[in-house]
T-cell receptor, first 114, second 111 residues
Framework: DAGITQSPRHKVTETGTPVTLRCHQT?????MYWYRQDPGHGLRLIHY???????DKGEVSDGYSVSRSKTEDFLLTLESATSSQTSVYFC?????????????FGPGTRLTVT | GNSVTQMEGPVTLSEEAFLTINCTYT??????LFWYVQYPGEGLQLLLK?????DKGSNKGFEATYRKETTSFHLEKGSVQVSDSAVYFC??????????FGQGTRLTINP
């Protein structure tokens, strides 16, 4: 299994505060992804990265920003948390293009915005 | 745009029953197709995949065949076990870099 960790695993925060979630992978994978998982919606892509300092938006990127300064780390920031951002967040990585290679997922971060 | 539609859940079966979880897709071209599984409290993991029409992916007794004519990739297993209880996601590769997921189907197997 690819070594992907996420921190924190659980977080409760208040509306309006900034929050940063961290994803760390030890496999030297080029691609990294942030998803949110909500009932009835499956997984929706927030942002992804195709290399150090190379990122792009997914389908639900509003209110989120990302940074990737090293191959192994991909940070997701909620600039001003809202209750609609209460969700489970998953990070994933992939060595090459997903059409041929699987994505490896972290264990998830449960975020509650009160 | 590309999309994936899965059968509504939850699905509850008895041990040793036959399982089918339907998945259909809308996409331009011929995307690679995947089934991922999420066990309780864990992240998703790849169950099987197929990269071209008529390919059959298989793993752990599960199978799915890439049907271009019906734009489907249904998941099947001949005899389910309690340990198969999980959430199953169908997905397609959108371009080279992204996956599009269905909404997931929760499966519960009773002994």
């Amino acid at each position: 299994d690819a070594g992907i960790t996420q921190s924190p695993r659980h977080k409760v925060t208040e509306t309006g505060t900034p929050v940063t979630l961290r994803c760390h992978q030890t496999e030297n994978h080029r691609y990294m992804y942030w998803y949110r998982q909500d009932p009835g919606h499956g997984l929706r892509l927030i942002h992804y990265s195709y290399g150090v300092k190379d990122t792009d938006k997914g389908e639900v990127s509003d209110g989120y920003s990302v940074s990737r300064s090293k191959t192994e780390d991909f940070l997701l920031t909620l600039e001003s948390a809202t209750s609609s951002q209460t969700s489970v967040y998953f990070c994933a990585s992939s060595p090459q293009a997903v059409s041929s290679y699987e994505q490896y997922f972290g264990p998830g971060t449960r975020l509650t915005v009160t | 745009g590309n999309s994936v539609t899965q059968m509504e859940g939850p699905v509850t079966l008895s041990e040793e029953a036959f399982l089918t979880i339907n998945c259909t897709y809308t996409a331009t071209g011929y995307p690679s197709l995947f089934w991922y599984v999420q066990y309780p409290g864990e992240g998703l993991q790849l169950l099987l995949k197929a990269t071209k029409a008529d390919d059959k992916g298989s793993n752990k007794g599960f199978e799915a065949t890439y049907r271009k004519e019906t734009t489907s990739f249904h998941l099947e297993k001949g005899s389910v076990q309690v340990s198969d209880s999980a959430v199953y996601f169908c997905a397609l590769a959108q371009g080279a870099q992204k996956l599009v997921f269905g909404q997931g189907t929760r499966l519960t197997i009773n002994p």
